[in-house]
């Protein structure tokens, strides 16, 4: 795979609706990719972009695997054509999510960006750099993950955008509120996660 093929922002169109569903990917699993395409129909998006991150400051790197090999793992996995993987925050330098939600937004103003992440994520979001300002840069849609549900509608940050949060049967109209908005969608849901994945991988 070319440097550029695997760093470039994917094409889209003025006005399109699109999820962005960023992480490591260490590696990508059917949980993520039930994900991707319970938030692409739900929320009534045009395409979804998948996020492959050069490493995430909050975890561990040294069983991270090279990022070519997980973006091609993630397109490898995903069958969707409207799902675009892509590890162009690596291209941009980009370490934080606010980073890449401020370019986004502001190169790309013409387009309905929502970030996706799983209840999990929520549960820890008021660890992140400045997650005040991606709250306040576009609206937010949370999947439920097994056994996070609780932590998550507890969480700091839920329960300072209270007032923010939407119901899911308002979903399809998310991706044209302005933020900060947020909706939690319950679902179906998968108990793969990839650091268990990891560790089975170490034990054969």
């Known amino acids: 795979m070319s440097n550029q093929s695997f760093t470039r922002v994917p094409p889209s169109a003025a006005g399109m609706r699109i999820g962005l569903f960023g992480g490591s990917f260490n590696p990508i699993h059917a949980g993520h990719v039930l ?5 692409l129909r739900r929320l009534e998006l045009d395409a979804l972009w998948v ?9 561990n790197h040294d069983d991270l695997a090279p990022l070519t090999q997980r973006v091609e ?3 490898a996995a995903i069958a ?3 799902i675009h993987v892509t590890g162009f925050e690596a291209q941009k330098n980009f370490r934080y999510t606010w980073q890449t939600v401020r370019f986004l937004a502001q190169s790309l103003p013409d387009r309905h960006f929502v970030w996706i992440m799983g209840a999990d994520s929520l549960a820890g979001f008021h660890n992140w750099e400045r997650w005040q300002d991606i709250a306040a840069t ?19 940050v839920a329960l300072a955008l209270s ?3 939407i119901d899911q049967e308002d979903a399809p109209i ?13 679902g179906r849901q998968s108990p793969l996660s990839s650091s268990a994945i990891r560790a089975a991988g170490k034990h054969k």
């Open 35 to 39: 994900v991707m395409e319970e938030t």
């Open 51 to 59: 996020l492959v991150t050069p490493g995430n400051p909050l975890k």
């Open 73 to 75: 793992a993630a397109r």
């Open 80 to 82: 969707n054509p409207r």
């Open 138 to 156: 576009l609206p937010i849609a949370v999947y439920a993950r097994p056994g996070s549900s609780r932590r998550a509608l507890a969480s700091r």
């Open 163 to 165: 007032r923010s949060q």
């Open 174 to 186: 998310l991706a044209s509120l302005p933020a900060p908005t947020w909706v939690y969608l319950h």
